[in-house]
């Protein structure tokens, strides 16, 4: 059974820094593009970063692109999303979830999110 459970979310003023985990379990990294994704209360999902499962490169939508890294520790089948410059925009739930392939906001399976915050 693929689960994937993202913590790390919490409330940060303008600015500043969050690291986001994810615990997969169920595939390896080899099976599944996996990533983040977020929404904001009324609006849609909005894909942020993705690592392919067949070559292991990484891919940022505009609104991720220079503020956030993604990395795994396929050991330990983790995810983690660094966010740095935090705008209160980025305010949402954000999700890990497995791509269908990555830059594609479709997704297969995700679980639940973590909320992050950003105060002016």
């Known amino acids: 059974e693929v689960q994937l459970q993202a913590s790390g979310g919490g409330l940060v003023q303008a600015g500043g820094s969050l690291r986001l985990s994810c615990q997969a379990s169920?595939?390896?990294?080899?099976?599944?593009?996996v990533g983040w994704f977020r929404q904001a209360p009324g609006k849609e999902r909005e894909g942020l970063s993705c690592?392919?499962?067949?070559?292991?490169?990484?891919y940022y939508a505009d609104n991720a692109r220079g503020r956030f890294t993604i990395s795994s520790d396929g050991a330990e089948n983790m995810v983690f999303l660094q966010m740095n410059n935090l705008k209160p925009e980025d305010t949402a739930v954000y999700y890990c979830a497995t791509f269908i392939v990555c830059g594609v906001d479709e997704w297969d399976y995700w679980g639940q999110g973590t909320q992050v915050t950003v105060s002016s």
């Open positions: 690592i392919s499962s067949t070559d292991g490169s990484t």
């Open positions: 169920g595939f390896t990294f080899d099976d599944y593009s």
